[in-house]
């Protein structure tokens, strides 16, 4: 019988696995090459990193170099062409070829310096949100500096006085570049390493689009009526997983710059919420918790040991944020019965079904048989171990496994037996036996 393991408020160490055991496999991961000796990954500062280096699923680290002690960043502002999900392409403004952009990492007590090159057709400026720092590098349109005109690249430079997880954004035209992808994650880590310490550290970006079926345009004049939400500019089946050893200690940082927050529910485990934009939260006033909301213009970090094997998911607890293409003008035909309208309809549009009478989830069924408008996904998709998910948009997996050696997707867990739901057989009284079967 599975029973969960008790590991936590451990390390790693402490739970009998042992780092050596685990921290080449994901720095096998997570360390980039530096070419020509010049580019530095942040995990590549010393032998033993006061961290563990960030994850931004679906996305990327920013490289920089060093330069006269100073670490150097280039950000490039610039249209470019999402994938949200296969079957969905978008057209969005982000930087460096994505969004969100790419997570920059650096240390508490780093100076940096990011250069920022605009390749929009429109002004643009960038305000490093939450960050403490010199007036004049706040980013602030008008207010701070000029505007940054196409073509031209502003300098940003100062020192990080604190740690946690910020992020960067516009503020020139920021409904409709907010709107259209323009942000990213801005990850300082301490000075000095803190136990216990993580062993997987996840970022992800919550944003949510007005993307009208058929279309490749974000919408930013739509203020309220979001159809599609994403983790890193992906939805769900597109969405990566997150994987794990079993016995390690995880971190989840969480980003929001939409217009609403989200209240982000992880299955199986109970976590601890460990900081903020303002940064980290003292032990004595962390709260133990399963969802955690995510206010507009804010930042949460979890931490939870990976206790427990198996698939859990990972999502936004607001029922619409779990769907693609939502459409919010449809009538409601729950209950209604549709047969007599069906057939009539059937004279003009051979091959209609009426859909909705006993709910949606005909609708996946229907989505995997019946092509839609071009560029648009089905409200649900993905198919599991035991069929249909019928969940899409802010929704992944984490996958929690014994003894693996690598962090690939690892597959469909396969369960203990016993361990899973089944139907009950009619005259059944539900005792399940050996076999399977109820022999009362």
């Known amino acids: 019988m599975w029973t969960r393991r008790r590991f936590v408020g451990t390390t790693l160490a402490t739970a009998g696995l042992g780092l050596a055991a685990t921290r080449p496999a994901i720095g096998a991961e997570t360390t980039r090459e530096a ?29 920089w170099t060093m330069k006269d002690g100073v670490k150097e960043f280039h950000l490039v502002a ?61 980013g602030v349109s008008g207010l701070n500096q000029p505007p940054i005109r196409p073509g031209e690249t502003f300098v940003y430079e100062f020192p990080l006085r604190q740690n946690g997880t910020q992020m960067y954004h516009p503020h ?11 942000m990213g994650l801005f990850v300082i880590h301490p000075r000095e390493r803190r136990e216990p310490a993580v062993d997987r550290d996840f970022a992800i970006m919550l944003h949510e689009w007005a993307i009208h079926p058929g279309t490749y345009r974000p919408d930013p004049a739509v203020m309220t009526d979001f159809n599609i939400f994403t983790f890193n500019g992906r939805v769900y089946p597109g969405t990566d997983t997150l994987v794990v050893r079993t016995g390690q200690r995880v971190r989840v940082r969480l980003g929001n710059l939409s217009m609403d927050s989200h209240p982000i529910h992880l299955h199986g485990f ?41 698939d859990w998911i990972l999502h936004c607890h607001k029922s619409h944020h779990t769907m693609n293409a939502m459409a919010h ?14 057939r009539k309809i059937r004279e003009l549009l051979p091959g209609y079904m009426a859909m909705g009478e006993s709910g949606m989830s005909e609708m996946q069924h229907m989505s995997q048989h019946t092509k839609g408008p071009e560029n648009t996904l089905p409200m649900m998709a993905g198919v599991g171990p035991f069929g249909n998910i019928e969940m899409g ?44 079967h109820d022999h009362s």
Not at 420 to 427: D, T, W
Request: proline letters at 11%; aromatic letters at 8%; charged letters at 20%.
């Open 35 to 63: 070419p020509a000796g010049t580019h530095h990954h942040p995990a590549t500062e010393a032998s033993n990193p006061p961290y563990t280096p960030v994850l931004t699923p679906n996305g990327a680290t920013l490289p």
């Open 78 to 138: 610039e249209p470019v062409l999402r994938e949200f999900a296969p079957g969905m392409s978008v057209k969005c403004w982000g930087y460096n070829g994505s969004t969100p952009g790419p997570t920059i990492e650096a240390v508490e007590g780093d100076r940096v310096r990011i250069l920022v090159e605009n390749r929009l057709p429109e002004n643009t400026s960038i305000h490093w949100h939450g960050i403490l720092l010199p007036n004049g590098m706040d």
């Open 172 to 182: 020139a035209d920021e409904m409709l570049q907010m709107a259209v992808g323009m």
């Open 270 to 310: 109970r976590f601890f919420v460990t900081g903020t934009d303002g940064g980290p939260i003292e032990p004595s006033a962390q709260m133990r918790e399963t969802t955690v909301n995510v206010p507009v213009g804010s930042t949460r970090d979890f931490e939870f040991v990976a206790d427990a094997p198996g």
């Open 329 to 342: 003008d449809v009538p409601n035909t729950l209950g209604a019965n549709q047969k007599d309208v069906a």
């Open 393 to 436: 948009g802010m929704f992944t997996i984490l996958k929690v496994r014994d003894d693996i050696t690598s962090f690939e997707d690892p597959g469909w867990y396969t369960n203990p037996p016993g361990t899973v739901a089944y139907p009950l057989r009619r005259g059944s009284t539900g005792r399940r036996t050996e076999g399977g």
